[in-house]
């Protein structure tokens, strides 16, 4: 069973001081990561597919890496308009159905 | 914005009562995917389809059933409603690009409350 941890839950930072969030995952095959980004009341809106060990993925603060076992999003000198929930996914070989963690929410305070 | 609606958006229901929630999709993409979001469980799959009529269980498809009978619409029927599926539900659509596994796209959700 394909399986996906997110750490730390919930996070508070500071406004401009950079931090990371973890996903770690265990499949049978990866054939690809995603990250969204959640906001209350909202479906999630897609930020990067990462696809292979190594890989790496920038959007203005966001910045996503990979290995073979877990992921990193990196969000440096955050503003307050970063406060969602991060959301991380997996695809494994052999289907077409994406797995999730519990997220890590974020909130940033100015 | 990918072309995704989900109706109803808010729905207040009792407890015995089937209900069906609508997603309908502009983008003529052939997955179509039902989660559902709770608290502490983060979003778990529902059922899925991979083409009309086409349709698998997810990893909590007891009390839920699924039909696609067009390709640009996916319904999900709780057959008889319990307290515990209230939820919020959310509705996905993804293509496939070759043997890669292309980004889901996903609906506003729709808020069900069982009574």
């Known amino acids: 069973e394909d399986q996906v941890t997110q750490s730390p839950e919930a996070l508070r930072l500071q406004e401009g001081e950079s931090s990371s969030l973890n996903c770690s ?14 906001d209350p009341g909202k479906g999630p809106e897609f930020l990067f597919t990462l696809y292979s060990a190594g890989e790496e993925k920038e959007k203005e603060r966001l910045k996503a890496t990979l290995t073979k076992k877990e992921s990193f999003l990196h969000i440096t000198a955050p503003k307050p308009e970063d406060s969602a929930t991060y959301l991380c996914a997996v695809q494994a070989d052999g289907n077409n159905r994406l797995a999730f963690g519990k997220g890590n929410q974020v909130v940033v305070i100015p | 914005d990918a072309g995704i609606t989900q109706s109803p958006r808010h729905k207040v229901t009792e407890t015995g009562t089937p209900v ?6 502009t983008e003529n993409h052939r997955y179509m995917y039902w989660y559902r979001q ?3 469980h983060g979003l778990r799959l529902i059922h899925y389809s991979y083409g009309v009529k086409d349709t698998d269980k997810g990893e909590v498809s007891d009390g839920y059933s699924v039909s696609r009978s067009k390709t640009e619409d996916f319904l999900l029927t709780l057959e008889s409603a319990t307290s515990s599926q209230t939820s919020v539900y959310f509705c996905a659509i993804s293509e496939r690009a070759g043997d890669r596994p292309t980004e889901a796209f996903f609906g506003q959700g729709t808020r069900l409350t069982v009574v």
């Not at chain 1, 995952?25 to 959640?38: A, C, D, E």
């Open chain 2, 20 to 25: 069906t929630l609508r997603c309908h999709q």
């Open chain 2, 38 to 40: 709770d608290p502490g």
């Open chain 1, 25 to 38: 995952y265990t499949v049978s095959g990866l054939r690809g990561l995603f990250w969204y980004r959640q």
